[in-house]
């Protein structure tokens, strides 16, 4: 029996490792390494070796175990700490919970079989339901709350609290109701364990259902901000829109006009006045520069959006070099929204630098894929934390299968939008 003891113990542990590791790793979405397995079985089994030999709490052994579990996710794989407090305390609680429930059903149970050969096969039975129990469990959790480094999940650390509320409460379960079972046990003391069981389900269904809130408040928190950068989007097309509309109408008055003035220009033309047809021509010329767009880009929206926001911002230098293709299938409010993003968040970094203040755009197609570049002067300050406007760019980048760059040399930031221009015609 010492030695199956000893096999069992290994098998545990072994296994509750490769489980804690696997856990996190998938939880966080960082990549799982060989070193990482082996370094917290070692811990574990160390561990295990100092709680019997100097009989230390099993509760301080646990707590060491979270520690170590915790350094393997903070150090190891990079996650940031809350985040490795979170995942190392739900790897452990889950497997201590699936430990309590199975103990509850080995204590009303498997005393009847002691001295039959039939227990080795029910304490197998047992450690096998322990692992698929723990493995349903973990797959649920990773169903509720995954998320990776650049994902939207606010206030992740306010889990940790009542993740440590109920990891406490199971301990206490496990380090006072149960113990070594004894050869016979009484209706009473199967009523205790079942209501134990009915406990510690309770428990895991209230996690759960903390985990499902927390969740459903983070698609809250991403409706919102889908919704404020839609409001923001549509903003911005009503006011090209309005500007369009304002440019035809000016348009089709000039039209309208037009025959009146050639002919008062012939006129003038026919009876020598020269100068004065030349004065007449000049202020043609001027209305007609201030029909056209200051930005030619082969796109209207686009057109006005530049005229627009760099017209606003007469303080900072502008160049626009670029083309769009056509037809490229980009839709125009996608345009809109990269555009309008791109220039305020350029327009902002630039006010707030000394010195020269400047924009750039360039644009270039490479066979299906068409880079856009926007570059701006900025101050020698960090970059501040990612916020909307580049939200609404990776959002648009992603929808054409493309990719969002940023960098920041000096006193420069560089933007890079990489879309396939063919992707939406397929």
Same mark, same amino acid.
């Given at each position: 029996?010492?030695?199956?003891?000893?096999?069992?113990?290994?098998?545990?542990?072994?296994?509750?490792?490769?489980?804690?590791?696997?856990?996190?790793?998938?939880?966080t979405?960082?990549?799982?390494?060989?070193?990482?397995?082996a370094?917290?079985?070692?811990?574990?089994?160390t561990?295990?070796?100092?709680?019997?030999?100097?009989? #230390?709490?099993?509760t301080?052994?646990? $707590?060491?175990c979270?520690?170590? /579990? &915790? =350094?393997?996710?903070? @150090?190891?794989? !990079?996650n940031?700490?809350?985040?490795?407090?979170?995942?190392?305390?739900?790897?452990?609680?889950?497997?201590?919970?699936?430990?309590?429930?199975?103990?509850?059903?080995?204590?009303?149970?498997?005393?009847?079989?002691?001295?039959?050969?039939l227990?080795?096969?029910?304490?197998?039975?047992?450690?096998?339901?322990?692992?698929?129990?723990?493995?349903?469990?973990?797959?649920?959790i990773?169903?509720l709350?995954?998320?990776?480094?650049?994902?939207?999940?606010?206030y992740?650390?306010?889990l940790?609290?009542?993740?440590?509320?109920?990891?406490?409460?199971?301990?206490?379960?496990?380090?006072?109701?149960?113990?070594?079972?004894?050869?016979?046990?009484?209706?009473?003391?199967?009523?205790?364990?079942s209501?134990?069981? #009915?406990?510690?389900g309770?428990?895991? $269904?209230?996690?759960?259902?903390? /985990? &499902? =809130?927390?969740r459903? @408040?983070?698609? !809250?928190?991403?409706?919102?901000a889908?919704?404020?950068?839609?409001?923001?989007?549509?903003?911005?097309?009503?006011?090209?829109?309005?500007?369009?509309?304002?440019?035809?109408?000016?348009?089709?008055?000039?039209?309208?006009?037009?025959?009146n003035?050639l002919?008062?220009?012939?006129?003038?033309?026919?009876?020598?006045?020269?100068?004065?047809g030349?004065?007449?021509?000049k202020?043609?010329?001027?209305?007609?520069?201030?029909?056209?767009?200051?930005?030619?880009?082969g796109n209207?929206?686009?057109?006005?959006?530049l005229?627009?926001?760099?017209?606003?911002?007469k303080e900072?230098?502008?160049?626009?070099?670029?083309?769009?293709?056509?037809?490229?299938?980009?839709?125009d409010?996608?345009?809109?929204?990269?555009?309008?993003?791109?220039?305020?968040?350029?327009i902002?970094?630039c006010?707030?630098?000394?010195?020269?203040?400047?924009?750039r755009?360039?644009?270039?197609?490479?066979?299906d894929?068409?880079?856009?570049?926007f570059?701006?002067?900025?101050?020698?300050?960090p970059?501040?934390?990612a916020?909307?406007?580049?939200?609404n760019?990776?959002?648009?980048?992603?929808?054409?299968h493309?990719a969002v760059?940023?960098?920041?040399n000096?006193r420069?930031?560089?933007?890079s939008?990489?879309?396939?221009?063919s992707?939406?015609?397929s």
């Amino acid at each position: 029996m010492d030695y199956f003891g000893l096999c069992m113990d290994v098998l545990n542990l072994v296994g509750q490792g490769v489980m804690h590791i696997f856990f996190v790793s998938r939880l966080t979405g960082k990549k799982q390494k060989p070193l990482y397995y082996a370094a917290y079985v070692l811990l574990l089994g160390t561990l295990q070796l100092i709680l019997v030999k100097f009989s #230390l709490s099993g509760t301080l052994s646990i $707590a060491l175990c979270v520690l170590g /579990l &915790y =350094a393997i996710s903070r @150090l190891g794989m !990079g996650n940031q700490q809350s985040v490795s407090w979170l995942a190392a305390v739900l790897a452990y609680y889950v497997s201590q919970l699936s430990f309590g429930i199975i103990n509850s059903i080995e204590a009303a149970l498997f005393p009847h079989f002691i001295g039959n050969l039939l227990l080795y096969l029910l304490l197998l039975a047992a450690q096998g339901i322990f692992f698929v129990l723990c493995s349903g469990c973990y797959h649920v959790i990773l169903k509720l709350l995954a998320w990776t480094e650049d994902s939207q999940m606010p206030y992740i650390g306010l889990l940790l609290f009542p993740g440590l509320f109920f990891f406490a409460a199971e301990l206490y379960i496990l380090d006072t109701a149960y113990s070594f079972f004894a050869p016979v046990i009484s209706l009473a003391e199967v009523g205790k364990h079942s209501t134990l069981l #009915l406990l510690q389900g309770m428990g895991l $269904a209230a996690l759960l259902c903390t /985990l &499902y =809130a927390y969740r459903q @408040l983070c698609q !809250g928190f991403q409706a919102r901000a889908a919704l404020q950068s839609l409001t923001q989007a549509a903003h911005a097309q009503k006011v090209y829109i309005a500007e369009a509309q304002a440019r035809y109408e000016q348009t089709k008055s000039f039209r309208h006009d037009i025959k009146n003035h050639l002919s008062l220009l012939d006129g003038l033309l026919r009876s020598g006045d020269l100068e004065e047809g030349r004065a007449y021509l000049k202020k043609l010329e001027t209305v007609s520069e201030a029909l056209s767009f200051p930005y030619q880009t082969g796109n209207p929206v686009v057109d006005i959006l530049l005229g627009e926001k760099l017209g606003l911002a007469k303080e900072i230098a502008a160049e626009v070099s670029l083309l769009l293709p056509k037809p490229c299938g980009l839709d125009d409010f996608d345009l809109c929204v990269l555009f309008a993003n791109a220039l305020d968040n350029a327009i902002t970094a630039c006010r707030s630098s000394d010195g020269a203040k400047a924009i750039r755009i360039s644009g270039k197609q490479q066979g299906d894929f068409y880079m856009l570049t926007f570059e701006n002067t900025c101050s020698d300050d960090p970059l501040p934390p990612a916020g909307t406007g580049l939200s609404n760019i990776e959002a648009v980048a992603e929808k054409y299968h493309g990719a969002v760059l940023t960098e920041k040399n000096g006193r420069q930031f560089y933007l890079s939008v990489l879309l396939n221009i063919s992707s939406c015609n397929s």
